[in-house]
T-cell receptor
Framework: SQQGEEDPQALSIQEGENATMNCSYKTSINNLQWYRQNSGRGLVHLILIRSNEREKHSGRLRVTLDTSKKSSSLLITASRAADTASYFCATDALGGGSNYKLTFGKGTLLTVNP | DAGITQSPRHKVTETGTPVTLRCHQTENHRYMYWYRQDPGHGLRLIHYSYGVKDTDKGEVSDGYSVSRSKTEDFLLTLESATSSQTSVYFC??????????????FGPGTRLTVL
């Protein structure tokens, strides 16, 4: 079963607007990561937030983590047409051993209209 | 791109035939993973490897086997392909790049169609 579930499944915005995607998960985690996938390509790592962190920034990306609610959000500010992609959260479950297995959600398809 | 290549990139095969997909990395990473991606399911882990000849099952391992005889190569085999195995297959490695840890880096994918 999927550990992470993104919400919404699809999001369409205009260039310059902010985009917010949410991820909920079920079990305790070591860290949560966000990945991006352009159509027809492999996934690209965006940002990692550890279970003891609440917020992290990287360029136009802001990630928050609420372990009490088992949820995370990814905010992309001042979106660009080039941000059009699918975005996935992935969790590294606590107690999952040392093999660094990630469990991915089903993704949010973001479309940024010029 | 962490030096990951996958071959073939596209393959069409018939039900019942064996298929082997190859993942090759050039940077001596210990951990390698095979995922499949299907609409409505996201990415699901098939098998993973934590060293030469050390492999284990993931979430959707039925119908798949893997081998890792060299650090750089991780092979995924469908012994007898079925239409339900039509999917896009991604290989990934775990690496600590640019100051991050516990992240995975993905290959370009193999699109497999089983008729």
């Amino acid at each position: 079963s999927q550990q992470g579930e993104e919400d919404p499944q699809a999001l369409s915005i205009q260039e310059g607007e902010n985009a917010t995607m949410n991820c909920s998960y079920k079990t305790s985690i070591n860290n949560l990561q966000w990945y991006r996938q352009n159509s027809g390509r492999g996934l690209v790592h965006l940002i990692l937030i550890r279970s003891n962190e609440r917020e992290k920034h990287s360029g136009r990306l802001r990630v928050t983590l609420d372990t009490s609610k088992k949820s995370s959000s990814l905010l992309i500010t001042a979106s660009r047409a080039a941000d059009t992609a699918s975005y996935f959260c992935a969790t590294d479950a606590l107690g999952g051993g040392s093999n660094y297995k990630l469990t991915f959600g089903k993704g949010t398809l973001l479309t940024v209209n010029p | 791109d962490a030096g990951i290549t996958q071959s073939p990139r596209h393959k069409v095969t018939e039900t019942g035939t064996p298929v082997t997909l190859r993942c090759h990395q050039t940077e001596n990473h210990r951990y390698m993973y095979w995922y499949r991606q299907d609409p409505g399911h996201g990415l699901r882990l098939i098998h993973y490897s934590y060293g030469v000849k050390d492999t284990d099952k993931g979430e959707v391992s039925d119908g798949y086997s893997v081998s890792r005889s060299k650090t750089e190569d991780f092979l995924l085999t469908l012994e007898s392909a079925t239409s339900s195995q039509t999917s896009v297959y991604f290989c990934a490695i775990r690496a600590a790049l640019a100051g991050t840890t516990d992240t995975q880096y993905f290959g370009p994918g193999t699109r497999l169609t089983v008729l």
